[in-house]
């Protein structure tokens, strides 16, 4: 099953402009994490951002967490062609940090 | 690129048949798990091997089955294939022994039931 749910399902912007993705998930988590997928291979892992963390940097992502709503977001600054592909939101909770539930993903298309 | 090299890229199998995917994990890894991603959904996991031991199943039926060798390269089994059974097979390492949290991805299998 899956357990984050991604926001929204598919998002087109122009090259320059701002993406914000958001994910929601159903239960507690150790952690979350952002993969990117280009084309239907393998994933990429973006960032992670553990439980007590509320938000965390790297180059022109951003990401934060709210564990009282059970939710996260990743914003990609100044985007590129580039950066089209689909991204996915992982979580992992209880014992395992290394079982991830991943959510369906968003689609974005930056346009040139 | 991860290190992680799954074999082979692509298969054709029909109704009822087995198939056998294989996955080199990174180097440094004893940690390997599988995921199956059908179109237009996120991966969904499927089991966890470490230490050749299995370490973690999803909610997959035994026909779904996997190995791990000293080497901590592994196998996916899958018996008496159904066309729902088509997607793609990622395989990703990662190394508990070192606290890394996040999973280093091969480049998957895509595979075809008909």
């Known amino acids: 099953s899956q357990q984050g749910e991604e926001d929204p399902q598919a998002l087109s912007i122009q090259e320059g402009e701002n993406a914000t993705m958001n994910c929601s998930y159903k239960?507690?988590?150790?952690?979350l994490q952002w993969y990117r997928q280009n084309s239907g291979r393998g994933l990429v892992h973006l960032i992670l951002i553990r439980s007590n963390e509320r938000e965390k940097h790297s180059g022109r992502l951003r990401v934060t967490l709210d564990t009282s709503k059970k939710s996260s977001s990743l914003l990609i600054t100044a985007s590129r062609a580039a950066d089209t592909a689909s991204y996915f939101c992982?979580?992992?909770?209880?014992?395992?940090?290394?079982?991830?539930?991943f959510g369906k993903g968003t689609l974005l298309t930056v346009n040139p | 690129e991860t290190g992680v090299t799954q074999s082979p890229t692509h298969l054709i199998k029909t109704r009822g048949q087995q198939v056998t995917l294989r996955c080199s994990s990174q180097?440094?890894?004893?940690?390997v798990s599988w995921y199956q991603q059908a179109l237009g959904q996120g991966p969904q996991f499927i089991f966890q091997y470490y230490r050749e031991e299995e370490n973690g199943r999803g909610n997959f039926p035994p026909r779904f089955s996997g190995l791990q060798f000293p080497n901590y390269s592994s196998e996916l089994n899958v018996n008496a294939l159904e066309l729902d059974d088509s997607a793609l097979y990622l395989c990703?390492?990662?190394?508990?022994?070192?606290?890394?949290?996040?999973?280093?991805f091969g480049s998957g299998t895509q595979l075809s039931v008909l």
């Open positions: 990703a390492s990662s190394s508990p022994d070192r606290a890394e949290e996040k999973l280093f």
């Open positions: 180097s440094g890894h004893n940690t």
């Open positions: 992982a979580t992992s909770s209880g014992g395992s940090n290394y079982k991830l539930t």
């Open positions: 239960t507690s988590i150790n952690n």
